[in-house]
């Protein structure tokens, strides 16, 4: 059982670099579903992923008919402020790859591709009429450890003991 994070036509270098430090803490790889809006060789995209990128499985794909033929019949969730279901109420916990796509930053999922995927759309809750949604970096990091938390945290380290640990 893996969890995929897998964002479609990012364009934000530093939203996809903090997205790989994620990946790089839960052992999830990572999709990019092309075009990209940057270089994965910008500066700014290294940065914010800092000295992790080696850690990180990374998987191109050029456009999403391929990634959608890549995955088969994988669970396959989008994430969208436009969902009727909230991300919690998904069962997680199945045993199965689960791949969770996010929408480019501007734009979010082609609409086309939501409706006629409508079953598979969770929403996190938020407060409409304050934002228009929330940061692609951070409601990816939201949902990666929902996902692991259902899981019971898989291969991830409950507990470490560091050298100079601050609550010895």
Known sequence: MTNHIVLFEPQIPANTGNIARTCAATNSPLHLIEPLGFST???????????????????????????LAFIGSEPLHLITKFANKVYSDENLSDGRNHYFMFGKETTGLPEDFMRENE???LRIPMN??????????????????????QQAFPNLELKHHYENDKLD
């Open 41 to 67: 060789d910008d500066k700014h995209l290294k940065r914010a992923g800092l000295d992790y990128w080696h850690d990180v499985a990374i998987t191109y794909h050029k456009d999403l008919p391929s990634f």
């Open 119 to 121: 079953e598979k759309c």
């Open 128 to 149: 409409d009429e304050h934002v228009r949604s929330l940061n692609l970096s951070n409601t990816a990091a939201l949902i990666i450890y929902e996902a692991l938390r």
